[in-house]
């Protein structure tokens, strides 16, 4: 791990996946159940998320599926999600959709199996050098765990267009997170991140 991956880890990991796991419980919708979590690493952020909503049930995809793992994973070609329609209640995206190089592929997918609702974080790539801050972030968070790294960001007027043309609606967009501190928010906040519950 790099210098600068060994500083994100001590100094920012912790309270991004404790802000993240508060931020995604509260837009799983109550009547929710079933969870899909599709990139979903070693489950970190689902086992926060648990402690908050402990009456879920969390299941993980993933392409790369680690050797130690806080939910069960399963491994899948990053395209097709490998279950019959309305299988869960809700299909999860945290930071995934920008490392795939066609978004709306995985939502057009994740709208099929999802009963009730599609939770998504990602980020909108608008503003002064958002796409050049947003590059940095991903590259810092997870060159060091070999993750594809296409730096597919889309401004917030795409994903609008994205969720229309899939037939996915707002329910909640909040894209005021607090991920970071301050000073360091002032430069990685800048509603670069959002996280929605998109009902099907």
Request: hydrophobic share 40%; glycine share 6%; aromatic share 10%.
């Amino acid at each position: 791990m790099s210098t600068v991956g060994t500083l994100h880890q001590k100094l920012v990991y912790s309270r991004r996946t404790k802000v993240l796991a508060s931020e995604l419980a509260n837009a799983i919708p109550a009547n929710s159940l079933s969870i899909l979590d599709v990139g979903c690493g070693d489950g970190t952020i689902d086992s926060l998320i648990l402690q908050h909503r402990p009456g879920l049930s969390i299941t993980g995809l993933d392409v790369l599926v680690r050797p130690k793992t806080f939910i069960p994973v399963w491994k899948f070609d990053g395209t097709r999600l490998p279950y019959d329609d309305q299988s869960f209640d809700v299909v999860m995206f945290a930071d995934v959709l920008h490392h795939t190089t066609d978004p709306e592929c995985l939502l057009r997918e994740a709208k099929r199996v999802a009963k009730v609702a599609v939770v998504l974080k990602d980020h909108t790539r608008d503003g002064f050098l958002s796409n050049l801050t947003l590059r940095f972030m991903d590259w810092v968070g997870n060159a060091h765990h070999n993750v594809v790294l296409p730096y597919n960001y889309w401004p917030r007027s795409r994903w609008m267009l994205s969720f229309q043309s899939i037939g996915l609606n707002i329910q909640r967009w909040n894209e005021t997170l607090g991920l970071y501190p301050a000073p360091a928010s002032w430069v990685f906040e800048r509603r670069l991140h959002f996280v929605a519950c998109l009902t099907v």
